[in-house]
RNA sequence: GCGAAAGUGGUGAAAUGGCAGACACGCUGGAUUUAGGAUCCAGUGGGAGUAAUCCCGUGGGGGUUCAAGUCCCCCCUUUCGCACCA
């Protein structure tokens, strides 16, 4: 009843597994696609975004193998990670056997879905031989200057016991355990993204990725051109810097802004012990510090401060301006400092009124004369400076360089750019990651661990979740050791490396894993990357993928390879919905992927996930449309079972017979190839193409009988059915072998090629124009292809039905449109 | 608040400015019996009509055009991202 999907997928997958199809190799002379899904956490099950993942990467591997590319598409885990660590915790285990444990189990998952992986290049980020090149790249980042310890306050997540990425904290709270996240001040291992901050903005070297994803990294980096300015401290030698973006509202600043963590409150906060006010300055930095940052950022906390009992000069007239401590200052953007313009800037503003400090309108707004008595508001956009001395008059856009270059002159200031983009903190507080290879040395400092003595494993015997501590600062046999530099004793550093380490460079890896000399050879490089087509998910956007092309930029720079991006298509796939939300436990609305397979098998799975939707958006799951897919390829199978006989003898002879025999399917026949390579090649639309090989399949069966047709019909017949297996390929690549073999065949689908159209075919000999009037569609009508164009105009107007609505009305116009439709205008 | 994307039948969705709803699900009626989540046939946006045919219809309102789901302007809704960024 049901075609034996089991048996056969079981078959080819071993077939292909036999004949190492998807073992790729490095040659010159052939052109590589190279196509890659992000790879999964080894979490121990494939969940159905897996699914539809892969199947969109496997369906381009399989269609660029056919088109005779020489295709590379490998398979890894991401298993370093918390998840393992708790897991661990929770279950009395080993985050590495459990995570072993787990990668056995994916892989038998995978095995199941049949997709062409190249499992002779598998990686997994927990092992030794990849995350010692972690170790190893982390030196050579630290010998380019890129690496620096600083100290900083951190996102720390008290649950996960670890300080986070700014990118790693989602609405206030950790992206792993929902945690609200707390600002802790620590000293970390940092990696200076910031350094490629510019180049990360400049996106024309890929090919073609998402505008969102382009959007959302620009937004992230956040870069703003400004100017710096100096203020200097009377009766001392500090200046106190601020950056701003409208240095033409310089005359209108009135007082100075600092955050309670910025070194001169920090200063003042000791010395100043005998001052008037202290106490309160003192609780109001204490306090500010100590609210949360979220609570602290929004826009909608109230803005507080309190007078420093300081002054700075503004270096353009000379005034003498309080410095105010307030909780509206960011420490870590810019220089730490704003110049307040109440006048013209929303928060200065309601600082102002609220604590009565003196405004002035430095911008006049042209279509309405502003004045400081009624203002309701700032106003912040542009206009003609006014209090301004020798800038008075000019527009805002002029006064700003002009003002910023007199500045220069002055040297009181300076032309400056700063990005919303922070440095990467790396270190995380956790055994299961890649060991940072560093010796703490009382003598020498900070040592690097030599070359030779890399990978820096971690050690297995550990007491994984008996502290809350990380348990690498209690493994005492692999914390104490000698220091390389000078034979004393040293401890390493137990912190470990952000996963995103990991991940950052691991589609390099895969192209050279087993190499042990090098992360990959460069010679392989320069031919396998950029990868053609990276597939995944959008919530990546400003983390791994930027975290990705940092990471390139740098491997580059370093020697190692030589393009500039890693990706050069990217493919933001949809997630899976059931019910009108994601799949998750929680909601009780996951479909496991191995029980529709054991129940339909892979290639409906497949195909189903692949005609919900376009591959960007999100895939709609529901039960009963898969039963759709299952149909489909149950009622080709049928065809081609039935009719096997026919189709082995009468295929080869399709391009003997006269064009006219079966002229509508041999239409259908070789359009729908044209279709195909449409949808993929320009459009990467599956569903459409899935449509259009269903579309044919009805075209082919609305044929009754089969072998009561002359012999020139079986052939244009037998043509009809045997191209469908090598369109269907890429979709559903089991079935599709099992009925090329079913027609006769000795090779294996990809070898007979993707099929050529023949424009001969899809030409029509006569053609329906559809008669329009006034925009409606009034008429038909059926000529010849060859037919002139004013004999077409005038069939249409003589046509049945229009004669009505044209009667005795004054035909200005008839537009046509060759091979599609007439249109009258009255 | 700022930015981006989207809004089409009962459902998932199709439509280089050119017949809106391909393909599929679901549903209705029929055939068949092997009673399976089977197969096959017909129908299926709303309304009027025996029918030919006509009217209405792509979130709402304007506009451009012979022709608009598609292009332009305004508004509404939803989703996503950013959010005191000086």
Redo the contacts with the bound molecule.
């Keep these: 009843?049901e075609y034996p999907f089991e048996k056969i997928e079981r078959k080819w997958q071993t077939k292909w597994s036999e004949e190492k199809l998807f073992q790729a190799k490095t040659d010159k002379d052939k052109k590589k696609y190279y196509v890659l899904s992000m790879f999964p956490y080894s979490s121990g099950a494939l969940h159905m975004g897996h699914v539809s993942n892969y199947s969109i990467a496997d369906a381009l591997t399989r269609y660029y193998l056919m088109k005779g590319f020489n295709v590379f598409q490998p398979m890894g885990y991401d298993s370093f990670g918390l998840p393992a660590e708790n897991f661990a915790i929770v279950n009395n285990t080993h985050p590495q056997t459990a995570t072993e444990d787990n990668i056995k189990i994916m892989r038998g998952q995978f095995d199941r879905v049949g997709f062409g992986f190249d499992w002779s290049k598998e990686l997994s980020t927990s092992r030794p031989d990849y995350y010692r090149w972690n170790q190893w790249l982390f030196k050579r980042f630290y010998d380019k200057g890129l690496v620096v310890r600083k100290k900083a306050y951190l996102n720390w997540c008290e649950e996960c016991q670890t300080v986070l990425a700014n990118e790693q904290v989602?609405d206030g709270s950790c992206w792993r355990c929902d945690k609200q996240v707390v600002q802790k001040e620590m000293e970390q291992w940092f990696l200076k993204i910031t350094d490629y901050a510019e180049e990360l903005l400049d996106f024309s070297k890929v090919i073609d990725w998402p505008?969102?994803v382009k959007?959302?990294q620009t937004?992230?980096i956040?870069k703003?051109v400004?100017t710096k300015i100096h203020f200097p401290v009377p009766d001392t030698d500090q200046v106190i810097k601020v950056?701003?973006?409208?240095p033409d509202t310089i005359f209108g600043c009135t007082y100075m802004a600092l955050p309670p963590e910025h070194p001169l409150v920090v200063k003042w906060l000791e010395k100043d012990k005998d001052k008037p006010g202290y106490f309160n300055i003192k609780e109001f930095c204490e306090k500010t510090i100590n609210t949360d940052r979220i609570e602290?950022?929004?826009?909608d906390?109230p803005?507080e401060g309190v007078f420093s009992g300081h002054y700075c000069i503004n270096p353009v007239n000379k005034e003498k301006i309080p410095i105010w401590i307030t909780?509206?200052?960011?420490m870590d953007?810019?220089t730490?400092a704003?110049m307040a313009v109440p006048a013209h800037?929303h928060?200065d503003f309601a600082f102002a009124r609220k604590y009565d400090l003196p405004m002035r309108i430095v911008i006049q707004n042209i279509e309405k004369d502003l004045d400081i008595r009624t203002m309701q508001e700032a106003y912040v956009d542009e206009g003609i400076l006014v209090n301004s001395k020798q800038f008075d008059g000019m527009n805002s856009e002029a006064s700003k360089k002009a003002i910023t270059d007199r500045m220069e002159q002055e040297k009181t200031g300076e032309a400056a750019v700063?990005y919303?983009l922070r440095d990467w903190g790396v270190s995380r507080q956790r055994y299961w990651g890649t060991p940072i290879p560093i010796i703490k040395c009382d003598k020498c400092g900070t040592v690097l661990v030599p070359d030779e003595d890399l990978p820096v494993e971690l050690p297995f015997e550990v007491e994984v979740g008996k502290t809350r501590q990380n348990p690498l600062t209690l493994a005492k046999e692999w914390l104490n050791v000698q220091c390389p530099s000078c034979g004393g004793d040293a401890k390493r550093e137990t912190d470990t490396m952000d996963t995103f380490v990991d991940s950052s460079w691991y589609y390099a890896r895969f192209i050279d894993t087993h190499n042990r000399e090098e992360p990959f050879s460069k010679q392989k490089a320069d031919y396998w990357l950029p990868v053609d087509q990276y597939i995944g998910g959008?919530e990546h956007a400003?983390m791994h993928l930027m975290y990705a092309r940092f990471f390139h930029k740098v491997l580059r720079d370093i020697g190692l390879l030589s393009s500039d991006e890693p990706f050069a298509r990217l493919l933001t796939q949809g997630m899976v919905i059931k019910d009108g939300a994601k799949m998750s436990k929680s909601k009780g609305n996951v479909v496991e992927p191995l029980y529709m397979i054991d129940?339909f098998g892979a290639d409906t799975c497949r195909v189903f996930m692949l005609?919900?939707?376009?591959p960007d958006?999100?895939v709609?799951w529901?039960?009963?449309?898969i039963?759709?897919a299952f149909?489909?390829l149950?009622?080709l199978w049928r065809l081609v079972d039935s009719n096997a006989d026919i189709i082995k003898q009468y295929a080869p002879k399709a391009s003997e017979v006269p064009d006219n025999t079966l002229k509508d399917l041999r239409y259908s026949t070789h359009f729908t190839i044209k279709k195909v390579k449409e949808d993929i090649e320009e459009r990467m639309?599956f569903?459409?193409a899935i449509?259009a090989i269903?579309?044919h399949l009805?075209n082919v069966?609305?044929l009754k009988e089969p072998a009561s047709l002359s012999e020139n019909e079986k052939a244009v017949f037998s043509e009809a059915c045997v191209v469908i297996p090598r369109i269907l390929y890429f979709f559903a690549p089991h079935l599709a072998e099992e009925l090329w073999e079913m027609c006769g065949n000795e090779s294996m689908v990809h070898e007979a090629g993707f099929p050529e159209y023949c424009e001969k075919h899809i030409q029509k000999d006569t053609i329906?124009y559809?008669i329009?009037i006034?925009?409606?569609?009034?008429g038909r009508i059926t000529v010849p292809a060859d037919t002139p164009d004013e004999e077409i105009k005038k069939q249409a107007l003589e046509a049945e039905?229009v004669g009505r609505y044209i009667e005795g009305k004054n035909v200005k116009?008839v537009?046509l449109?060759k091979g599609?439709?007439v249109?009258i205008?009255i």
């Design positions: 009843m989602e505008e969102r959007t959302m937004n992230w956040g703003s400004g950056f701003t973006t409208r602290r950022t929004s826009e906390s803005k909780n509206y200052v960011l953007y810019g730490g704003v800037d928060r700063t919303k959008i400003c129940r005609f919900a939707s376009p958006k999100d709609d529901n039960d009963e449309g039963m759709g149909r489909f149950n009622r639309q569903n459409t449509a269903m579309e009805n069966t609305a329906n559809v329009q006034k925009g409606k569609v009034r039905n116009k537009v449109v599609k439709l249109s205008v």
